[in-house]
T-cell receptor, first 110, second 114 residues
Framework: GIQVEQSPPDLILQEGANSTLRCNFS?????LQWFHQNPWGQLINLFY???GTKQNGRLSATTVATERYSLLYISSSQTTDSGVYFC????????????FGTGTKLQVIP | SAVISQKPSRDICQRGTSLTIQCQVD?????MFWYRQQPGQSLTLIAT?????????ESGFVIDKFPISRPNLTFSTLTVSNMSPEDSSIYLC???????????FGPGTRLTVT
């Protein structure tokens, strides 16, 4: 099956700092999403981004499908950004079967 | 978007017993998905539940251990049977929007097996 690796595994930021999270995947994909899991466990869909660039407030994401990676940018980080960030890919076979990446655990300190 | 609720939100169970987790969605969906998240780990798909047919299980998961029901287009249950401490995890149900491009998750059920 498809492999999805994320880096870095852990990240500690001072409030106000910027960061880039990376997601590498091993095969062609139909679909790529970024999720934030807050400290209470709720998963929030941040982006659906199979290719190209999207922005939503302080967050933006870029996927280069031909090179099999995606980046999530967090600018001016806030303590509420803390949690785990997952990328998740639907392989080219479709059927909405998704493989989640290994995750990046982010802690933003005041 | 989709609003998903799960019951119970958390439970502590003794080994050898079973727990049934309920998932309710605020709109009709063709497929519902059940995931497991072991402590400190990523999410792993357990099975896909279609209304009116048997669930499809991923490698490493079997129907005897994780029976699933899907009686209608807004509801599903997952049972964790004959539990052991290794089953201690968060169990999440998930659906995709009608447009099929975004995935939504319930709040999860935190299960601890003692």
């Amino acid at each position: 099956g498809i492999q999805v690796e994320q880096s870095p595994p852990d990240l500690i930021l001072q409030e106000g700092a910027n960061s880039t999270l990376r997601c590498n995947f091993s095969d062609s994909v139909n679909n790529l999403q970024w999720f934030h899991q807050n400290p209470w466990g709720q998963l929030i869909n941040l982006f659906y981004i199979p290719s190209g660039t999207k922005q939503n407030g302080r967050l933006s994401a870029t996927t280069v499908a031909t090179e099999r990676y995606s980046l999530l940018y967090i600018s001016s980080s806030q303590t509420t950004d803390s949690g785990v960030y997952f990328c998740a890919v639907e392989d080219s076979g479709g059927y909405q079967k998704v493989t989640f990446g290994t995750g990046t655990k982010l802690q933003v300190i005041p | 978007s989709a609003v998903i609720s799960q019951k119970p939100s958390r439970d502590i169970c003794q080994r050898g017993t079973s727990l049934t987790i309920q998932c309710q969605v605020d709109s009709q969906v063709t497929m519902m998905f059940w995931y497991r998240q072991q402590p400190g780990q990523s999410l792993t798909l357990i099975a896909t539940a279609n209304q009116g047919s048997e669930a499809t299980y991923e490698s490493g998961f079997v129907i005897d251990k994780f029976p699933i029901s899907r009686p209608n287009l807004t509801f599903s249950t997952l049972t964790v049977s004959n539990m052991s401490p290794e089953d201690s995890s968060i169990y999440l149900c998930s659906v995709w929007t009608g447009t099929g491009v975004e995935q939504y998750f319930g709040p999860g059920t935190r299960l601890t097996v003692t």
